[in-house]
């Protein structure tokens, strides 16, 4: 299994401004996954990080609106830019770790943009 | 392309009792993983239980157990003895190593009455 721990948990934003969400994993994993997901629907899949690779991008999805770091492999960050009030909205960070491609969820950070 | 069909927005289930959620989903592949996965309010994604498709035997965790119909293309989730706790949202996923990512189902809203 894996533990996710993802920083912040909520914010609230003004509208132009950056976030940068963290999330942080008590192993090693190669792949990590962002998703959004507005309360009470589905998750919709950003992009892919895999270390030392750039992040690929889900369609709808754009590197300068959503960049991401993922400097090792425990770590990665994504940043939401430019923000308006249609980016609130619940970001999960999650990894694919043991037998089974079973995925791992931190506990998302819910953002509110006014 | 893959899908995955959860067609029940909502049910309500009597504490103790026993709910079936149910699943449908459809690919070209023939190994795959499927999953069911529980976010409660809190948000936390908790994973329920996990189907390989190889396997013609049904996956059990105690009171979860599945009915995995690979003909049918069908993935229903039995929750026994419903407990207050088991009041979430319920997503289905499906994994192939086509393109390693999870697509999940517009998932249900289980409530568990006292």
């Known amino acids: 299994s894996a533990v996710i721990s993802q920083k912040p948990s909520r914010d609230i934003c003004q509208r132009g401004t950056s976030l940068t969400i963290q999330c942080q994993v008590d192993s090693q994993v190669t792949m990590m996954f962002w998703y959004r997901q507005q309360p009470g629907q589905s998750l919709t899949l950003i992009a892919t990080a895999n270390q030392g690779s750039e992040a690929t991008y889900e369609s709808g999805f754009v590197i300068d609106k959503f960049p991401i770091s993922r400097p090792n492999l425990t770590f990665s960050t994504l940043t939401v830019s430019n923000m308006s009030p249609e980016d609130s909205s619940i970001y999960l960070c999650?990894?694919?770790?043991?037998?089974?491609?079973?995925?791992?969820f931190g506990a998302g950070t819910r953002l509110s943009v006014l | 392309a893959q899908t995955v069909t959860q067609s029940q927005p909502e049910m309500s289930v009597q504490e103790a009792e026993t709910v079936t959620l149910s699943c449908t989903y459809d690919?070209?592949?023939?190994?795959?993983?499927l999953f069911w996965y529980k976010q409660p309010p809190s948000r936390q994604m908790i994973l329920v239980i996990r189907?390989?498709?190889?396997?013609?035997q049904n996956a059990t965790e105690n009171r979860f157990s599945v009915n995995f119909q690979k003909a049918a293309k069908s993935f229903s989730l039995k929750i026994s003895d419903s407990q207050l706790g088991d009041t979430a949202m319920y997503f289905c996923?499906?994994?192939?190593?086509?393109?390693?990512?999870?697509?999940f189902g517009k998932g249900i809203t289980l409530s568990v009455r006292p």
């Open positions: 189907q390989e498709a190889y396997k013609q």
């Open positions: 996923a499906f994994w192939t190593g086509a393109n390693s990512k999870l697509t």
């Open positions: 999650s990894v694919s770790a043991g037998v089974g491609n079973i995925q791992y």
């Open positions: 690919t070209s592949e023939s190994n795959y993983y």
